[in-house]
Nanobody
Framework: QVQLVESGGGLVQAGGSLRLSCAASGRLFSSYVMGWFRQAPGKEREFVAAITWSGGRTYYADSVKGRFTISRDNAKNAVYLQMNSLKPEDTAVYYC???????????????WGQGTQVTVSS
């Protein structure tokens, strides 16, 4: 089985940056999609970004496009989310996930990490 562990969350001021990491301890197949989701208190979990494991095709939610960048390191079984120009509305628990298509739907994913808290102050 695949196990995912997120890291890199924290407290940052608006306009600042954070880099989230997701380490996978199991085998990831070439057909997998690696995604990032987030969930704020009282709100539904929402799609943030995703990347295909084999080809590196990327997908972004409109709310983060141009500010966030997703990348992966296949040799390390890791995926990253570089978050720039952070806004208070980015505050949420961020989850790493591994699954299939379509990447923007939570039900596409088979494996989930425990999440890492990102708090953006104004």
């Amino acid at each position: 089985q695949v196990q995912l562990v997120e890291s890199g969350g924290g407290l940052v001021q608006a306009g600042g940056s954070l880099r989230l990491s997701c380490a996978a301890s199991g085998r990831l197949f070439s057909s997998y999609v690696m995604g990032w989701f987030r969930q704020a208190p009282g709100k539904e979990r929402e799609f943030v970004a995703a990347i295909t494991w084999s080809g590196g095709r990327t997908y972004y939610a409109d709310s983060v496009k141009g500010r966030f960048t997703i990348s992966r390191d296949n040799a390390k079984n890791a995926v990253y989310l570089q978050m720039n120009s952070l806004k208070p509305e980015d505050t949420a628990v961020y989850y790493c996930a591994a699954g299939r298509l379509p990447p923007e739907l939570a039900n596409s994913y088979d494996y989930w990490g425990q999440g890492t808290q990102v708090t953006v102050s104004s």
